[in-house]
């Protein structure tokens, strides 16, 4: 499966923005994590959601702030970020795998291109 993820762009602090993966197949067995690479900084996890939409994952530092979904009728993931900080700035990226777990890079075998965030004070 080939993934695209969209919606990026440049707001200001406390702004919202909603982020899509768009599958170019069926997603709706595959997990789908979204990760984020700072500037100088590595690649991290960001969310996650089971394959059946019933179990999601998120990194401590988004709790609260960050909900993923999942459309498999439309083959899309989305990503609504609220509540926008600087340190959200980073290129998000959305991947696909199958492995039982689902919070690790190494656990996503299908990765799409990045959509950039930058988040101004």
């Known amino acids: 499966v080939q993934l695209q993820a969209s919606g990026g762009g440049l707001v200001q602090a406390g702004d919202s923005l909603r982020l899509s993966c768009a599958a170019s197949?069926?997603?709706?067995?595959?997990?789908i994590g979204w990760f984020r690479q700072a500037p100088g900084k590595e690649r991290e996890f960001v969310a996650a959601?089971?394959?059946?939409?019933?179990?999601?994952r998120y990194a401590d530092s988004v709790k609260g702030r960050l909900t993923i979904s999942r459309d498999n009728a439309k083959n899309t993931v989305y990503l609504q970020t609220n509540s926008l900080k600087p340190e959200d700035t980073a290129v998000y990226y959305c991947a696909a795998g199958n492995s039982i777990y689902y919070t690790r890079q190494s656990d996503f075998h299908s990765w799409g291109q990045g959509t950039l965030v930058t988040v101004s004070s």
């Open positions: 959601i089971k394959w059946s939409g019933g179990s999601t």
């Open positions: 197949g069926r997603i709706s067995g595959y997990n």
